[in-house]
């Protein structure tokens, strides 16, 4: 079965999101525009995961727990997850990785975790936007031990991005999947990147509006629309004609 | 020297994208480069010249937050358009040039020293 997705939003938590990107206004977007798979992946943090995950079991949108990692070179790597719980725990290791320098909400904008009710809850101290201490070729085997797979994000844009700030796709990268801004470079990036013949191709909204969030036009092949079968089967290289 | 004084010595090469409104009264410290943002964030020294290539909305963020007195985006790199609007709201100098990084921040050094 084929099913539309979207799994590269950003909510109020991300300095850069907009404030009306409450989880319940995304999952209800979502539902809305007939999207069945979205992930809410903030900037090194998956605070809003789980009110986004009650809000998709009620709007029937499955919700992937997941997160937008900045490495230590500043390249954007979207990672996601089987359940909360290993969502969180990454979370928590992350926030341990962070720079000690604190948001400067006037300069960046504001960091606010909402529940499903739309409740400020609290808001982040830390700047997320910011470098972690973890490195681009240490990102697959962490997120591994958490059960979580890494995608490149938006690879082909002039910064914050794997082919900006290292150059080139590090040959011993283990990812399968990457995300592609513009879908059009598609040909051209795996001509120049021979390592992405084997990888599965995605494009997503990298939204920070809620007006931004995709219209229901790309779609994964699934044997069925659940996470684990999402994540296995980006997990696996990908094969031509499969 | 002020960020006026400088802005009146810059020859064709540069183009100014936003001035800040102190620039009569900002003195510039010295000319700091870098293009990581979380470097830059703990290492830009006040009212310094920041030449960079990284022309997004976290540069005028960090601007902010270091206090420098302006920004360089050389290399010809884009400023994005919530960057541009972002400085004007932030009151933040934005300089743009297509020199390389070094030939950039030797001429400013040249002018300021």
């Known amino acids: ?242 | 020297m002020t960020l006026t004084e400088l802005i009146s010595k810059l020859d064709e090469r540069f183009t100014i994208i936003n001035l800040s409104d102190d620039a009569d009264q900002r003195q510039l410290s010295k000319v700091f480069c870098c293009d990581l943002l979380s470097f830059a964030m703990a290492r830009n020294p006040a009212d310094s010249v920041w030449v960079t290539v990284m022309g997004n909305v976290n540069t005028i963020g960090v601007m902010s937050l270091t206090d420098g007195a302006a920004v360089i985006i050389a290399e010809n790199a884009a400023i994005d358009e919530i960057a541009a609007k972002k400085a004007v709201e932030q009151n933040i100098a934005v300089i743009k040039t297509a020199l390389p990084v070094f030939e950039t921040a030797l001429t400013i050094h040249e002018l300021i020293k």
């Open chain 1, 1 to 242: 079965m084929k099913y539309s997705y979207d799994l590269h939003i950003h909510s109020c938590l991300s300095p850069c999101g907009s404030d009306d990107s409450l989880p319940s206004n995304i999952v209800g977007m979502a539902a809305l525009k007939g999207l069945d798979i979205i992930a809410v992946t903030d900037h090194n943090s998956c605070g809003n995961s789980r009110a986004v995950d009650k809000l998709g079991n009620e709007y029937g949108v499955l919700t992937v727990p997941g997160m937008e990692l900045t490495t230590a070179e500043e390249v954007h790597v979207v990672c996601l997850f089987h359940n909360i719980e290993s969502a969180e725990e990454f979370s928590e290791y992350v926030h341990s990785k962070l720079l000690p320098i604190e948001n400067n909400e006037a300069a960046f904008g504001k960091q606010q975790f909402a529940d499903e009710d739309d409740n400020i809850i609290k808001t982040e101290p830390l700047l997320l936007i910011n470098a972690t201490e973890i490195p681009f070729d240490g990102v697959y085997d962490i997120v591994k031990t958490y059960s979580g797979i890494m995608i490149p994000a938006h690879i082909d844009k002039s910064s914050t991005s794997v082919l900006s700030n290292m150059g080139f796709i590090p040959p011993d990268s283990k990812f399968s999947t990457a995300e592609i801004k513009h879908i059009g470079y598609k040909e051209r990036l795996i001509g120049e990147n021979p390592y992405l013949n084997d990888c599965n191709i995605i494009t997503n909204s990298d939204a920070h509006y809620l007006e931004d969030i995709n219209e229901p036009i790309n779609f994964l092949e699934l044997r069925e629309k659940s996470i684990d079968c999402l994540l296995d089967t980006f997990n696996k290289k990908y094969i031509k004609g499969r």
